[in-house]
Structures are given as structure tokens and as C-alpha cells.
């Protein structure tokens, strides 16, 4: 089983920045593929960024440019560096944990790009 709390979200203006967290509990974090996804309000969820074990990264196209998504696998952490921010980059935002076939998932933290 693995844990994860993200934290880092808030309300920003246009064109502002924020920086997410996501701490993972287990010691095979280092294996793990960490991503970000967002969900706004009457739409899906999506994919925003992903980072393998090796730190090869992919991103939305929406965010690409904007956003950087990076890991310390010494603090078990993943962050998601937003800058340039959009009103149509606010949504919750969730982390997620590939391991062993299965996925794991964060309770989301709330992102809200407005002036």
C-alpha cells in the first residue's frame, strides 16, 4: 500500500506560480512513476505531467513550457512546478503512484488561478 499527501495548492492570480508537493510513503519509491493530474469542475480528470524511475518526464501538451515536474527520491517527494498560470489551470489536483501494476492516489489539493 502506498500513501500520498499532496499539499502546495491555493488561490493565485494570472500569470502567478505555485509549487505542488506530493510525499509517498515506502521505501521502493525510487521505483515508482509519479504523476500529476487535474480535474476541473464537470470534466474529466487528465493527465498533466509524468516522471518515470529514470526521470524521463512527459507533459500535456496544455502545460508544456509551463509546468516542470521533478522528484527527490531522497525525501520520497514529487513536486509540479506551475508557472505562467491560467484561469483554465485551475482544478483539484491529484497525485499519483504506479507500483507493481497497481495505481495509488492522493486526495487532491485545490488550485485556483484567478484575479
Known amino acids: 500500500q502506498v500513501q500520498l499527501v499532496e499539499s502546495g495548492g491555493g488561490l493565485v492570480q494570472p500569470g502567478g506560480s505555485l509549487r505542488l508537493s506530493c510525499a509517498a510513503s515506502?521505501?521502493?519509491?525510487?521505483?515508482?512513476?509519479m504523476g500529476w493530474y487535474r480535474q476541473a469542475p464537470g470534466k474529466q480528470r487528465e493527465l498533466v505531467a509524468i516522471i518515470t524511475s529514470r526521470g524521463t518526464t512527459n507533459y500535456a501538451d496544455s502545460v508544456k513550457g509551463r509546468f516542470t515536474i521533478s522528484r527527490d527520491n531522497s525525501k520520497n517527494t514529487v513536486y509540479l512546478q506551475m508557472n505562467s498560470l491560467k484561469p483554465e489551470d485551475t482544478a483539484v489536483y491529484y497525485c499519483?503512484?504506479?507500483?507493481?501494476?497497481?495505481?495509488?492516489w492522493g486526495q487532491g489539493t485545490q488550485v485556483t488561478v484567478s484575479s
Open positions: 515506502g521505501s521502493m519509491f525510487r521505483m515508482y512513476v
Open positions: 499519483k503512484a504506479r507500483w507493481s501494476s497497481v495505481d495509488y
